[in-house]
T-cell receptor, first 116, second 114 residues
Framework: AQSVTQLDSQVPVFEEAPVELRCNYS??????LFWYVQYPNQGLQLLLK??????LVKGINGFEAEFNKSQTSFHLRKPSVHISDTAEYFC??????????????FGQGTTLQVKP | NAGVMQNPRHLVRRRGQEARLRCSPM?????VYWYRQLPEEGLKFMVY????????ESGMPKERFSAEFPKEGPSILRIQQVVRGDSAAYFC????????????FGPGTRLTVL
């Protein structure tokens, strides 16, 4: 069964510094990959997704992620964070194989804490 | 275009009572997914429905939990005889027909069982 591992439960960083949130998934022939952000007491908002094509994916709010098939990784990056980026970030995978229902498998989440 | 709506946003129940959680998908969406988020954990898939059909319920507990998505009206997640371990945030997501990998999430229902 597909699984997702987010290697860091918490990432503290100072404002305007770069950040990388790590995500690894279990191997599969092909996968769809997603990053979602969850602000306190709110639902999830899609930051970006990889379905096919270019391995560098750009999303909203200045975030980007790189799909690395050989390392089964999909790390999220931002060159300069803002206080408003403080939130919980979830990596998720979907298996587009036969019988796929589109259900998402989520990682445990990474709390990004941006300090002034 | 209104987003996915869930109600109630907060629900308190005593052990043994029933909880009904409602989800209205985005306009034009006929696919609904339910996920549960336990404290300090990621979201776990529960069930996937299309109008009047349960497509995948592999994540649903075998007892006390049921879901429906009728031809008219919202999708309902029903939990009978709630226990403290059911306390969690329950999220609904909807998807346009034929586009399985674009899910839009609602704000969630936070269930507290006393």
């Amino acid at each position: 069964a597909q699984s997702v591992t987010q290697l860091d439960s918490q990432v503290p960083v100072f404002e305007e510094a770069p950040v990388e949130l790590r995500c690894n998934y279990s191997s599969s022939v092909s996968v769809y990959l997603f990053w979602y952000v969850q602000y306190p007491n709110q639902g999830l908002q899609l930051l970006l997704k990889y379905l096919s094509g270019s391995t560098l994916v750009k999303g909203i709010n200045g975030f980007e992620a790189e799909f690395n098939k050989s390392q089964t990784s999909f790390h999220l990056r931002k060159p300069s964070v803002h206080i408003s980026d403080t939130a919980e970030y979830f990596c998720a995978v979907s298996d587009p194989g036969s019988g796929n229902t589109g259900k998402l498998i989520f990682g445990q989440g990474t709390t990004l804490q941006v300090k002034p | 275009n209104a987003g996915v709506m869930q109600n109630p946003r907060h629900l308190v129940r005593r052990r043994g009572q029933e909880a009904r959680l409602r989800c209205s998908p985005m306009k034009g969406h006929s696919h609904v997914y339910w996920y549960r988020q336990l404290p300090e954990e990621g979201l776990k898939f529960m069930v996937y429905l299309q109008k009047e059909n349960i497509i995948d319920e592999s994540g649903m507990p075998k007892e006390r939990f049921s879901a429906e998505f009728p031809k008219e009206g919202p999708s309902i997640l029903r939990i009978q005889q709630v226990v403290r371990g059911d306390s969690a945030a329950y999220f609904c997501a909807s998807s346009p027909e034929r586009i399985y990998n674009e899910q839009f999430f609602g704000p969630g229902t936070r269930l507290t069982v006393l």
